[in-house]
T-cell receptor
Framework: RKEVEQDPGPFNVPEGATVAFNCTYS??????FFWYRQDCRKEPKLLMS???SGNEDGRFTAQLNRASQYISLLIRDSKLSDSATYLC????????????FGGGTRVLVKP | GAVVSQHPSRVICKSGTSVKIECRSL??????MFWYRQFPKQSLMLMAT?????????EQGVEKDKFLINHASLTLSTLTVTSAHPEDSSFYIC??????????????FGSGTRLTVV
């Protein structure tokens, strides 16, 4: 089983719609969680950290479910510019500062 | 926010030659930097952890004699791909974390180097 798993998609989303997807992680001792966005042939960029209580940043909402070991990302009012690959990133406690990346979920927002 | 500069952004080299990639933290000191490799349609895979003033720690399956890492200062880490072959063609990305703010910036990535070996 992979340490961090994501549905690769693509999620085809009409502009203005809401899309949500999850990421599961296998290490129950994981301590830090992030969502990164990666555009084609570019470096990943931090979208948001994920906190235990859940957090929101504009149209983006992240949730953490430690009991079921998954995090989620919800995008409201999707824009064409939201089209990208969203990477779930986990910092396992035993790994020091190393990050483990999921394979990414591709989102395509269409007019 | 924290900025990591990576050069070159793109390089094409002949098989058998060596290529050096530089990664600099511009506005913070990075005692640790990370080097990743990403093949097309795959996620980032950690190759090694670069520690300032000491030897790098390589992930399983990564040849340390082929991928030479030097982290001689708190702001610069280099990755040298020695005797490159076409199968080394990939997107190489460095990353560092700015701990001044308690890590709220997360890990900052360089812009990546697209290596093509012909």
């Amino acid at each position: 089983r992979k340490e961090v798993e994501q549905d690769p998609g693509p999620f085809n989303v009409p502009e203005g719609a809401t899309v949500a997807f999850n990421c599961t992680y296998s290490n129950s001792a994981s301590q830090s969680f992030f969502w990164y966005r990666q555009d084609c042939r570019k470096e990943p960029k931090l979208l948001m950290s994920v906190y235990s209580s859940g957090n929101e940043d504009g149209r983006f909402t992240a949730q953490l479910n430690r009991a079921s070991q998954y995090i989620s990302l919800l995008i409201r009012d999707s824009k064409l510019s939201d089209s990208a690959t969203y990477l779930c990133v986990v910092n396992p406690r035993a790994a020091g500062n190393k990050l483990t990346f999921g394979g990414g979920t591709r989102v395509l927002v269409k007019p | 926010g924290a900025v990591v500069s990576q050069h070159p952004s793109r390089v094409i080299c002949k098989s058998g030659t060596s290529v050096k990639i530089e990664c600099r933290s511009l506005d913070f000191q990075a005692t640790t930097m990370f080097w990743y490799r990403q093949f097309p349609k795959q996620s980032l895979m950690l190759m090694a952890t670069s520690n300032e003033g000491s030897k790098a720690t390589y992930e399983q399956g990564v040849e340390k004699d082929k991928f030479l890492i030097n982290h001689a200062s708190l702001t610069l880490s280099t990755l040298t791909v020695t005797s490159a072959h076409p199968e080394d063609s990939s997107f190489y990305i460095c990353s560092a974390r700015d701990f001044r703010t308690g890590g709220t910036y997360g890990y900052t990535f360089g812009s990546g180097t697209r290596l093509t070996v012909v």
